[in-house]
């Protein structure tokens, strides 16, 4: 089955065609072609992620988006032949709020020859909802045009799917899944640990009460003057003093350090309670104290900030997810969410279930695949349509969730 996938929740506008084989206790993906266009320069300006600006975007950047996928996947061919009256007008009604999209589907897309594809798949959401509404329409406008069934993925069970995934130097390949799943879901808008008892369906079992850890990386980064995303730019920091640490403990023992380290000076928020939640406001409020303190931070003393944050927000997420394990008896841990593409949380994670839960498998997705992608939303498309879960109207859902 080929699936021609596309995901506009964030700030990726992202389009993938995958041929997919097999089923859920087996399954084969072959990436035909990927395209994905990041708005990350044009929201920096605004330290975040700006709404109107993602949803413009988008309506820009599909058409080109699909070109590129359709062209990689060598399924782009002209074709002559007008689209009929009624397609045309329901088309025209469903892109009415995108104009220049509008224009953009009908000069590109109603010149193409159908592409040999089975099915669409569009996220549904969690995400910003004007976001996600672009790709939705874009999607019922193709599915309607190319007579395609569409099926409606949550972008979580998304990065759930692309952290299951191991890549071969030709495929993708998702099996041997001992259940149950027990994933840590960790991005920009989310920190939840849930528990996939069986193949797609699920049950929260932890959450945070105020802050997304991604979220928490970047006000942090904000905070130390990085720019937008933080969570790579607090990671490269705090890599700097990993690394500088083998150095110091070799050839400067005894060396009283000039500047302050800030080791173990912030807190592990929620440690101490009996469940699996997260809070992250605190954690960042305590920085923000910190940077009040001592406002005039040399580079060194960033690192060291930098540093610290992320051993405390690691330290949390490990032992949050090891309750976890505990309490559920996962056979299988994924990491998923564009946090999740962080070094030490990867090293870290790697080396504690390795150490403490030698008996668990787990999976972390590639760094290509950890954050958002419209892969991850091909795979996820695959299980859905697999049970035939299609859908004729699908609605944004900012809010969507798993369980
Ligand atoms: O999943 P994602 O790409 O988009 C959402 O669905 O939110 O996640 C984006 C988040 C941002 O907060 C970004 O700072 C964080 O993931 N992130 C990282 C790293 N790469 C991306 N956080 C820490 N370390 C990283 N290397
Ligand atoms: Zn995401």
Same mark, same amino acid.
């Given at each position: &089955?080929?699936?021609?996938?596309?995901?506009?929740?964030?700030?990726?506008?992202?389009?993938? #065609?995958?041929?997919?084989?097999?089923?859920?206790?087996?399954?084969?993906?072959?990436?035909?072609?990927?395209?994905?266009?990041?708005?990350?320069?044009?929201?920096?300006?605004?330290?975040?992620?700006?709404?109107?600006?993602?949803?413009?975007?988008?309506?820009?950047?599909?058409?080109?988006?699909?070109?590129?996928?359709?062209?990689?996947?060598?399924?782009?061919? +002209?074709?002559?032949?007008?689209?009929?009256?009624?397609?045309? *007008?329901?088309?025209?009604?469903?892109?009415?709020?995108?104009?220049?999209?509008?224009?953009?589907?009908?000069?590109?897309?109603?010149?193409?020859?159908?592409?040999? #594809?089975?099915?669409?798949?569009?996220?549904?959401?969690?995400?910003?909802?004007?976001?996600?509404?672009?790709?939705? /329409?874009?999607?019922?406008?193709?599915?309607?045009?190319?007579?395609?069934?569409?099926?409606?993925?949550?972008?979580?069970?998304?990065?759930? &799917?692309?952290?299951?995934?191991?890549?071969? $130097?030709? +495929?993708?390949?998702?099996? $041997?899944?001992?259940?149950?799943? !027990?994933?840590?879901?960790?991005?920009?808008?989310?920190?939840?640990?849930?528990?996939?008892?069986?193949?797609? *369906? @699920?049950?929260?079992? =932890?959450?945070?009460?105020?802050?997304?850890?991604?979220?928490?990386?970047?006000?942090?980064?904000? &905070?130390?003057?990085?720019?937008?995303?933080?969570?790579?730019?607090?990671?490269?920091?705090?890599?700097?003093?990993?690394?500088?640490?083998? $150095?110091?403990?070799?050839?400067?023992?005894?060396?009283?350090? +000039?500047?302050?380290?800030?080791?173990?000076?912030?807190?592990?928020?929620?440690?101490?309670?009996?469940?699996?939640?997260?809070?992250? *406001?605190?954690?960042?409020?305590?920085?923000? @104290?910190?940077?009040?303190?001592?406002?005039?931070? /040399?580079?060194?003393?960033?690192?060291?900030?930098?540093?610290?944050?992320? /051993?405390?927000?690691?330290?949390?997420?490990?032992?949050? %997810?090891?309750?976890?394990?505990?309490?559920?008896?996962?056979?299988?841990?994924?990491?998923?969410?564009?946090?999740?593409?962080?070094?030490?949380?990867?090293?870290?994670? %790697?080396?504690?279930?390795?150490?403490? @839960?030698?008996?668990?498998?787990?999976?972390?997705?590639?760094?290509?695949?950890?954050?958002?992608?419209?892969?991850?939303?091909? !795979?996820? =498309?695959? @299980?859905?349509?697999?049970?035939?879960?299609?859908?004729? $109207? #699908?609605?944004? /859902?900012?809010?969507?969730?798993?369980?």
């Amino acid at each position: &089955m080929k699936i021609l996938a596309i995901e506009t929740s964030c700030d990726e506008t992202a389009i993938a #065609i995958l041929e997919c084989e097999g089923d859920e206790k087996s399954a084969q993906f072959r990436v035909l072609g990927n395209a994905l266009l990041s708005q990350i320069e044009l929201h920096r300006e605004y330290g975040g992620v700006f709404p109107a600006l993602a949803k413009r975007e988008h309506a820009k950047n599909l058409v080109p988006v699909l070109e590129a996928a359709l062209e990689e996947a060598e399924l782009l061919h +002209e074709d002559t032949q007008a689209i009929p009256e009624e397609s045309r *007008s329901s088309i025209a009604g469903l892109l009415s709020r995108e104009p220049d999209l509008a224009e953009a589907f009908f000069e590109f897309v109603g010149e193409c020859e159908v592409p040999a #594809i089975d099915a669409i798949a569009v996220t549904a959401g969690p995400g910003l909802e004007p976001a996600l509404w672009v790709g939705i /329409n874009f999607a019922r406008a193709l599915a309607l045009l190319w007579n395609k069934p569409l099926v409606a993925v949550n972008h979580m069970e998304g990065h759930i &799917m692309a952290a299951l995934a191991k890549s071969t $130097d030709e +495929e993708l390949i998702i099996k $041997d899944v001992p259940m149950p799943v !027990l994933a840590l879901l960790i991005s920009g808008g989310h920190t939840e640990l849930v528990l996939m008892k069986e193949w797609l *369906s @699920y049950k929260l079992i =932890g959450q945070t009460l105020d802050d997304a850890v991604g979220e928490a990386f970047d006000k942090v980064a904000r &905070m130390l003057g990085l720019p937008y995303p933080g969570g790579p730019e607090i990671s490269k920091l705090a890599e700097i003093v990993r690394s500088e640490r083998f $150095d110091l403990n070799a050839s400067s023992q005894g060396r009283t350090l +000039e500047f302050r380290t800030f080791e173990g000076e912030l807190p592990r928020p929620m440690l101490t309670e009996a469940t699996c939640d997260f809070s992250f *406001s605190g954690l960042k409020t305590a920085v923000l @104290y910190l940077l009040k303190k001592y406002p005039e931070l /040399n580079a060194r003393e960033k690192q060291h900030l930098a540093h610290e944050f992320e /051993n405390a927000v690691t330290e949390v997420l490990w032992k949050k %997810t090891a309750r976890a394990l505990e309490e559920t008896g996962a056979q299988t841990l994924v990491i998923g969410g564009g946090v999740s593409a962080n070094t030490h949380i990867r090293r870290a994670f %790697t080396h504690s279930v390795t150490a403490q @839960y030698p008996h668990v498998a787990l999976r972390i997705p590639s760094p290509a695949l950890s954050t958002d992608n419209a892969v991850m939303i091909a !795979l996820a =498309g695959f @299980y859905r349509a697999s049970r035939k879960e299609f859908v004729t $109207d #699908i609605k944004a /859902n900012g809010n969507l969730s798993l369980a």
